[in-house]
């Protein structure tokens, strides 16, 4: 993915250039962090700015953290208890209206997902220190120890790829302000080390969201491991959850201010807050503005592609096409001539037969996410309605599935190739080139994985 470039500023702007966007510096952080350092020093500085007029929910000592801690788990696992038992109630899904919002949700929230734990990464060159053990131990447990099945990066993009949701540059810049903020402090930890801290605290926390959108996915027949493994390794007893609060004290200075520390932790934590949530991207999904979206994009590449022979309401497909913003009379017209047939099973839609089954005419024109979009667009009410005999769900084929156990000679060589390098290194090189690729841009790759193995056993 190409680095996004900044644009060219006036004359008068030019000593004092506007930071990058969100989306821009994201990109840049992970293509080539060194020049973007001073643009991420920028960009989080007026964050913390923003995080500081915050009200804060922290205790005003911290010594109190670990009450917080629990405090704060027993009020989301009783929120979540009655959540279920409305459930059982009969009350709907609280997320996801249908499948095709939860995966909406799934997309919304990769900027973030696909830098998980970055935060930590600028702690590394401090492992020996042991104030810092909780965090780097932390960090090897986001990257699953080097193991593929529990990195949690690997295991986001297996779900982005699943699902054909990879696309993600077309999201707004406020989906990219989380994940923009995890890659500063990541690579700025050196001068922001207490709102490392603060971030960490806040952002390992047990959230109610979490819980819920775990049980909603499965409910949907979506994988929901990745957020089930949350669920489990935050814990307020011996997980992240607990380790965020213990790293306060741990690093808390005993000469010094430490209450000026205290409050950098407190204006860290606060940035949790800011940029889009994941319950905002949840209540920012509308299907009909969604399946435009998608249907526009899809016309940019479309518009003379069709011939002439049809025609609805006297108008060819490429002339329907030919202009952006006429996808919502073009649908209404289609339902008019009757070929798409609202609150119906889409079974019975002509355009829908078009599109999906492997000898339909536009096999292969939308993609998983897609097709989901427009089968519960069509549907409507009669996925809500309760008609027996019928599946509740459309799940596509998967034309993703792929065997990730890669043959062993195509997939050892980048790992065999930095074994023969480490031989040749002494232990300061070997330590600092095993942290250079267990970067949040390398992690997840074959020699980040094997990096991440070897700097494991330097903690045992």
Request: charged share 20%; aromatic share 8%.
């Amino acid at each position: 993915m190409p680095m996004l470039s900044l644009p060219t500023q006036p004359q008068a702007d030019r000593l004092q250039p506007s930071p990058p966007s969100p989306t821009a510096l994201y990109l840049g952080l992970q293509n080539a962090p060194e020049p973007s350092l001073p643009a991420a020093r920028a960009f989080l500085q007026e964050q913390l700015n923003k995080a500081a007029k915050l009200t804060c929910d922290l205790p005003d000592s911290p010594e109190q953290l670990g009450q917080w801690v629990i405090a704060g788990n027993t009020r989301t696992t009783q929120a979540y208890r009655e959540y279920l038992d409305t459930r059982k109630q009969g009350q709907p899904r609280r997320y996801f209206a249908n499948r095709a919002h939860a995966l909406f949700f799934l997309r919304g929230v990769a900027p973030t997902k696909l830098v998980d734990g970055s935060w930590l990464y600028g702690v590394l060159p401090q492992w020996q220190d042991l104030r810092l053990h909780t965090l780097v131990r932390t960090y090897l447990e986001e990257l699953g120890e080097g193991e593929p099945e529990q990195n949690h990066v690997v295991l986001y993009k297996q779900l982005l790829a699943q699902h054909e949701l990879e696309d993600i540059e077309s999201l707004s810049a406020a989906h990219f302000v989380q994940g923009a903020q995890q890659l500063a402090l990541g690579h700025l930890a050196t001068d922001f080390l207490p709102e490392l801290i603060g971030y960490n605290l806040g952002y390992e926390q047990l959230p109610l969201h979490l819980l819920i959108t775990t049980y909603e996915l499965n409910e949907l027949g979506i994988d929901p491991y990745y957020f089930q493994l949350h669920v489990t390794i935050d814990n307020a007893d011996t997980g992240h959850a607990h380790k965020a609060a213990r790293a306060v004290l741990d690093n808390l200075p005993v000469t010094g201010d430490a209450q000026e520390f205290y409050q950098r932790v407190r204006r860290g934590y606060q940035l949790n807050e800011l940029g889009l949530s994941s319950t905002g991207v949840i209540n920012s999904f509308n299907l009909e503005q969604e399946l435009h979206r998608v249907l526009e994009q899809k016309a940019l590449v479309a518009r003379n592609m069709h011939s002439d022979f049809c025609r609805i309401e006297g108008r060819t497909i490429n002339e329907w096409l030919s202009q952006t913003g006429q996808i919502g009379d073009f649908l209404a017209a289609l339902e008019k001539r009757g070929w798409i047939h609202r609150d119906e099973d889409p079974a019975q839609s002509r355009f829908w037969q078009l599109v999906q089954g492997n000898r339909a005419p536009m096999f292969g024109v939308f993609s998983a996410y897609e097709l989901q979009l427009l089968h519960d667009w069509i549907a409507g009410e009669w996925l809500i309605n309760d008609q027996p005999n019928r599946p509740r769900r459309f799940i596509p084929p998967n034309r993703n599935q792929q065997d990730h156990r890669a043959r062993a000679g195509d997939f050892s060589a980048e790992q065999q190739l930095l074994e023969q390098e480490l031989r040749t290194l002494d232990d300061n090189s070997r330590t600092q080139r095993l942290i250079e690729l267990m970067s949040p841009a390398h992690h997840y790759k074959p020699a980040g994985l094997l990096a991440t193995r070897l700097f494991a056993r330097l903690q045992a």
